[in-house]
């Protein structure tokens, strides 16, 4: 299998199904944005040297690879192509929120991003998958029936645990958050 096809050289490209759209299309800004948010996982992932913190990003990574899968499919054709994503994904993120949380000293200001960083590239993860999620959250505006719920539920919980993660690989590693001062 070649790598260049050359049929994406005139900007548009190939939906799971055989539909083409131009390469600007929402559909492809969506899964896009994923598809960039699973590489700063991977990166977030290789700076962690916790067992079970890699092994969740690990099933991140596979969740999140199914999630754009499921949005690379052509509306028209790709229903047999689309994978099953479970609400048990968003559990997952759930559980491992709320148990880093009852480690974590209660949260009394804003954080702001830096200071360490694994920490840092978590908010740099964080903030691509906000990205994801608006994406995706346009994508359902503008086609509802393609786009099912539960891949928007899990953009927005995954953002949340990555910010308490990003808290976890603080703490653990005994530094300091950087609180946010209002000059005011």
């Known amino acids: 299998m070649k790598i260049y096809t050359k049929t ?11 539909g083409r759209v131009p390469k600007h299309h929402i559909r492809i800004e969506a899964y896009g944005t994923v598809d960039e948010l699973n590489s700063f996982i991977g990166l977030v992932k290789d700076q962690v040297e916790d067992v079970s913190t890699q092994s969740i990003l690990k099933q991140i990574q596979d969740a999140l690879f199914t999630l754009g899968s499921i949005l690379a499919c052509d509306p028209q054709k790709g229903q047999a192509y689309r994978a099953d994503f479970s609400e048990e ?3 997952t993120l759930e559980k491992a929120i709320d148990q880093m949380q009852e480690k974590l000293p209660k949260l009394k200001n804003f954080i702001l991003p830096g200071g360490y960083t694994p920490a840092s590239f978590c908010h740099i993860a964080r903030c691509v998958c906000r990205r994801a999620e608006r994406r995706t959250t346009h994508l359902f505006e503008l086609e509802p029936e393609t786009v099912p719920e539960v891949l928007i539920k899990y953009l927005n919980r995954l953002s949340d645990f990555l910010f308490v993660l990003s808290r976890m690989l603080v703490f653990e590693a005994g530094k300091d958050e950087i609180l946010w001062k209002s000059e005011n």
């Open 8 to 18: 994406g050289d005139k900007g548009t490209t190939m939906l799971f199904g055989g």
């Open 89 to 91: 994904e968003i559990v």
